[in-house]
């Protein structure tokens, strides 16, 4: 397994468009995680998901933001009517089900909107 | 809720010296806290855990103590090198918060030779 992946790497949207992000956990896990990362700060959470069932959300997490794990492997972040405040770094993190385990992160997917 | 506090950055060091990064906590169950580093470019890894009190986490030369009396999880190396220039990141996964990783805002570290 190569760990986990992320795509697109880097998004440049205009305002007021559509994104959507995906994530491609470690195959055995069960547990997927999404954060958004901003400049100077550390990742905060956003959701996550227990196999295919979306289990917390953020209240961060406004309206505009939904994610889905439809078959409880790969996961999609979308952004509806994007703002210039979403830009940040968007996060994907997985971790085996037993509770003292660390989570694995991707590399990212940097979002500026213009 | 959880929270992580972190020392404020950037921590700049001479090759070889001594490092500690500190990080205390508030947790509503009995949390598994961890390091994690950030090197430029790169995602996040973990560096090092501990799953209990008094429990000692160690990875490449770093060292933090699972301190529950001051819920604290410092992190130290005895001689920084250059490559460890980069971002690091207290984090806690608790019982009380469903296990969903907290970080802290992360230290950034500069190492020069």
């Known amino acids: 397994d190569t760990g986990v992946s992320q795509d697109p790497r880097h998004k440049i949207t205009k305002r007021g468009q559509n994104v959507t992000f995906r994530c491609d956990p470690i195959s055995e896990h069960n547990r997927l995680y999404w954060y958004r990362q901003t400049l100077g700060q550390g990742p905060e959470f956003l959701t996550y998901?227990?196999?295919?069932?979306?289990?917390?959300k953020s209240r961060l997490l406004s309206d505009r933001f939904s994610a889905e794990r439809p078959k409880g492997s790969f996961s999609t972040l979308e952004i509806q009517r994007t703002e210039q405040g979403d830009s940040a770094m968007y996060l994907c993190a997985s971790s085996p089900t037993s509770m003292n385990t660390e989570a694995f992160f991707g590399q990212g997917t940097r979002l500026t909107v213009v | 809720g959880d929270s992580v506090t972190q020392m404020e950055g950037p921590v700049t060091l001479s090759e070889e010296a001594f490092l500690t990064i500190n990080c205390t906590y508030t947790a509503t169950g009995y949390p598994s806290l961890f390091w994690y580093v950030q090197y430029p470019g790169e995602g996040l890894q973990l560096l090092l855990k501990?799953?209990?009190?008094?429990d000692k986490g160690s990875n490449k030369g770093f060292e933090a103590t699972y301190r529950k009396e001051t819920t604290s999880f410092h992190l130290e190396k005895g001689s920084v090198q250059v490559s460890d220039s980069a971002v690091y990141f207290c984090?806690?996964?608790?019982?009380?918060?469903?296990?969903?990783?907290?970080f802290g805002r992360g230290t950034s570290l500069i190492v020069h030779p």
């Open positions: 998901f227990q196999n295919e069932a979306q289990l917390e």
């Open positions: 501990a799953t209990k009190a008094d």
């Open positions: 984090a806690l996964s608790d019982p009380g918060g469903s296990y969903i990783p907290t």
